[in-house]
T-cell receptor
Framework: QQQVKQSPQSLIVQKGGISIINCAYE??????FPWYQQFPGKGPALLIA?????SEKKEGRFTISFNKSAKQFSLHIMDSQPGDSATYFC????????????FGQGTILTVHP | DGGITQSPKYLFRKEGQNVTLSCEQN?????MYWYRQDPGQGLRLIYY???????QKGDIAEGYSVSREKKESFPLTVTSAQKNPTAFYLC???????????FGPGTRLTVL
């Protein structure tokens, strides 16, 4: 019940296109859903996060869409750029797992120029 | 500069040796975490500590040990009991009452 499932494992997008990464969770007690971006050899960095009281959050070219009834959330990267090429992780926390994040398996995004 | 530091960046170990990975933060965060990352897999939680002198096992604690004697420091020891220790190790911290985990730059451990 603690799992977070992420898809796809890898994604190739042309410059200027839209990148979409999906995550699904099982634990209904989760109340915090961040996305992390990781470049090779570096630690992950928080990209954007959402709580269940809103269905969408946008920061620049990055948008999280959240569907509480379906227990799914997704990251949309508009106007994808080669500099966006990285590994993206979704995560979730909340309930009795206070402070602990459960991570998805990660998506390797490649944006071709 | 505030942040999390991990050392060393690269570490090589012979089979049968214990090694200790350092994690230090000057963010005044209460909780600290250790993760292991393998290619094609997400981050798996090894140990975490929400207060000094207390820590909890994560999902893959076998073959690892930690200590939390100071708020700023959370070292991880990879023991010889860990069967497949070659991986990228990440340390993170969170402030009291917060949700956002901030990560260090990681240590890549290779067993020769």
């Amino acid at each position: 019940q603690q799992q977070v499932k992420q898809s796809p494992q890898s994604l190739i997008v042309q410059k200027g296109g839209i990148s979409i990464i999906n995550c699904a969770y099982e634990n209904t007690a989760f109340d915090y859903f961040p996305w992390y971006q990781q470049f090779p050899g570096k630690g992950p960095a928080l990209l954007i996060a959402i709580r269940p009281d809103v269905s969408e959050k946008k920061e620049g070219r990055f948008t999280i869409s959240f569907n509480k009834s379906a227990k799914q959330f997704s990251l949309h990267i508009m106007d994808s750029q080669p500099g966006d090429s990285a590994t993206y992780f979704c995560a979730a926390s909340g309930g009795t797992s206070y402070g602990k994040l459960t991570f998805g398996q990660g998506t390797i995004l490649t944006v071709h120029p | 500069d505030g942040g999390i530091t991990q050392s060393p960046k690269y570490l090589f170990r012979k089979e049968g040796q214990n090694v200790t990975l350092s994690c230090e933060q000057n963010l005044n965060h209460d909780a600290m975490y250790w993760y292991r990352q393998d290619p094609g897999q997400g981050l798996r939680l090894i140990y975490y500590s929400q207060i000094v002198n207390d820590f909890q096992k994560g999902d893959i604690a076998e073959g690892y040990s930690v200590s939390r004697e100071k708020k700023e420091s959370f070292p991880l020891t990879v023991t010889s009991a860990q069967k497949n220790p070659t991986a990228f190790y990440l340390c993170a911290s969170v402030r009291r009452g917060g949700d956002t985990q901030y990560f260090g730059p990681g240590t890549r451990l290779t067993v020769l």
